[in-house]
């Protein structure tokens, strides 16, 4: 018992369609996907704080991110997969075959299939997480077009925040950049990009000390960092771009990881460092963040686990 061809943990996009062709392919998956915790980390990932995903193929009228994960997640367990709503507490690496903790409970793996995501950083005020679908984002691709001819704000200094902000002007009225910093981390070239864009309007030097609004976010509240006076900004979005931090708590010190902590996949597959071992989605893309992407990568993963538990049986033939 609990012994299984391939375990994978994480239940977003990624983990979802890694699960589905595994199952397709008879490798009778184990899928961990977690259970929910605190600020809106729930099963199934990013997209289950996404009031509506008009960007993946196949729903020209739009889905809701909750429904896109409850989808996919019936679609893998119609093909076989075995799904346990816990979070694994531990994974070992050092020993085959691969064993995953949940609690007291071990389970044994020939592969192991890592799609734990990554969770925004957020700015550290009370009760943020309430305006998350009111006006709060941490991805302008995904939300942007529902902020058509509005006011909106992106917090952050470096390359991403300059990025969200310039893709943000295709829709808003204004966007307003604000850095508690006098001096922005951004590279020069996307600097002078966004310098150059007249919708974009700059209050650096300045935090954001609360929200206002009702119903959805109607302004900020900001300080000046020098001289601690306060001020407010007309926004209905704030966009919220000072980076993310990849879930790989369980593997860190087992799998190589990039500078920025996410985990280091090999040439133009899935697979890690680790024969037997392959990531998908957020947790090893530091770059696109798309549920579309995470989706692909975790087809990828599962026919590189597929392939890698053929040549385990030509070898014992």
Not at 75 to 87: L, P, S, W
Not at 252 to 275: F, K
Not at 285 to 291: C, E, K, L, N
Request: net charge negative; proline share 4%; with cysteine.
């Amino acid at each position: 018992m609990n012994q299984h061809k391939v375990i994978i943990v994480g239940s977003g996009p990624a983990g979802l369609t890694a699960a589905i062709y595994a199952a397709r392919a008879g490798l009778e998956p184990l899928l961990l996907e977690g259970e929910a915790i605190a600020n809106n980390d729930l099963p199934g990932g990013q997209l289950m704080n996404t009031t509506e995903v008009e960007n993946y193929p196949g729903f020209p009228a739009s889905i809701t991110g909750p429904e896109l994960i409850s989808g996919l997640r019936e679609q893998a367990v119609r093909f076989g997969t075995e799904i346990v709503g816990k979070r694994a507490s531990q994974i070992d690496l050092t020993q085959r075959p691969f064993t995953v903790r949940v609690g007291k409970e071990v389970f044994r793996a020939a592969s192991l299939i890592i799609s734990t995501g990554a969770k925004p950083n957020m700015l550290p005020l009370p009760g943020i997480w309430d305006w998350a679908n009111r006006g709060l984002s941490t991805c302008a691709t995904c939300d942007g077009f529902f902020f058509r001819g509005k006011a909106v704000a992106v917090v952050g200094g470096g390359d991403s925040a300059l990025e969200e902000a310039l893709f943000l002007t295709n829709h808003a009225d204004s966007v307003t950049v604000v850095h508690r910093r006098t001096e922005l981390r951004a590279s020069r070239i996307m600097q002078d990009r966004a310098e150059a864009n007249l919708k974009i309007f700059w209050r650096l030097g300045e935090e954001v000390t609360g929200i206002d609004g009702k119903e959805k976010i109607s302004g900020l509240r900001l300080r000046n960092a020098d001289t601690g006076v306060s001020s407010t900004l007309a926004a209905e979005g704030l966009f919220v771009a000072i980076g993310h931090t990849p879930n790989t708590e369980l593997v860190r010190g087992q799998l190589e990881l990039d500078p920025a902590g996410y985990i280091v996949t090999t040439g133009a597959s899935q697979a890690t460092g680790i024969e037997g071992v392959f990531a998908c989605g957020d947790v090893q893309d530091p770059v696109y963040r798309q549920a579309i992407t995470s989706a692909g990568s975790g087809c990828r993963a599962t026919l590189d686990a597929q392939r890698y538990l053929e040549s385990l049986v030509s070898v014992t033939a």
